[in-house]
């Protein structure tokens, strides 16, 4: 495939995949060996359409209505590289985060190599961070953290106490 085919290979995977929730897309655009850096956690590896639809399936699930718009995408040779934004609400509890109802805008980039007519490689980066942020969830994690820093130095400062009366009462 020329490098103009692949890029409309990935609008169209954007479009079916992640606008219309088209799982028979995965299937047929995603290559049964592929593998996938970025989609969730550090380091791990998605394989195949058989990891794949469980990633779409819980952002879809969290984020029902996400519409996602391709700002840039150009290829060459067998490599497409897509700058995108989305734009989408909170209303599942797929990420296992309560709904909170609010509005998210998310930008990313994903790079992917293809092969015979299908995604055989892909890396993706998007802001994770600023999702959980704009859900509430990473700053009530925040939150939490300082909560128990307070309680940590309020028992630190305790023992430092005992300490010092252990130390008297030894001497």
Same mark, same amino acid.
């Given at each position: 495939?020329?490098?103009?085919?692949?890029?409309?290979?990935?609008?169209?995977?954007?479009?079916?995949?992640?606008?219309?929730?088209?799982?028979?897309?995965?299937?047929?655009?995603?290559?049964?060996?592929?593998?996938?850096?970025?989609?969730?956690?550090?380091?791990?590896?998605?394989?195949?359409?058989?990891?794949?639809?469980?990633?779409?399936?819980?952002?879809?699930?969290?984020?029902?209505?996400?519409?996602?718009?391709?700002?840039?995408?150009?290829?060459?040779?067998?490599?497409?590289?897509?700058?995108?934004?989305?734009?989408?609400?909170?209303?599942?509890?797929?990420?296992?985060?309560? =709904? $909170?109802?609010?509005?998210? &805008? @998310?930008? #990313?980039?994903?790079?992917?190599?293809? +092969?015979?007519? !299908?995604?055989?490689?892909?890396?993706?980066?998007?802001?994770?961070?600023?999702?959980?942020?704009?859900?509430?969830?990473?700053?009530?994690?925040?939150?939490?953290?300082?909560?128990? =820093? $307070?309680?940590?130095?309020? &028992? @630190?400062? #305790?023992?430092?106490?005992?300490?010092? +009366?252990?130390? !008297?009462?030894?001497?």
């Amino acid at each position: 495939m020329s490098a103009k085919e692949n890029v409309a290979l990935m609008r169209r995977w954007f479009e079916e995949v992640w606008n219309q929730g088209k799982i028979e897309t995965v299937h047929e655009l995603l290559a049964e060996e592929a593998i996938g850096m970025g989609q969730g956690e550090p380091d791990v590896k998605v394989r195949g359409p058989a990891d794949f639809v469980p990633f779409v399936e819980r952002i879809r699930g969290a984020f029902p209505d996400i519409n996602t718009r391709i700002d840039d995408a150009f290829g060459a040779k067998d490599k497409v590289v897509v700058r995108w934004s989305a734009t989408m609400t909170h209303k599942g509890d797929h990420l296992g985060i309560p =709904a $909170s109802g609010k509005h998210v &805008r @998310i930008t #990313g980039m994903t790079m992917v190599h293809i +092969r015979n007519g !299908q995604i055989v490689e892909g890396w993706d980066n998007w802001d994770q961070l600023a999702m959980m942020q704009q859900i509430g969830a990473y700053g009530q994690m925040a939150r939490i953290r300082r909560g128990n =820093a $307070s309680i940590n130095r309020f &028992r @630190i400062a #305790g023992l430092k106490k005992q300490g010092r +009366r252990f130390a !008297q009462f030894a001497a």
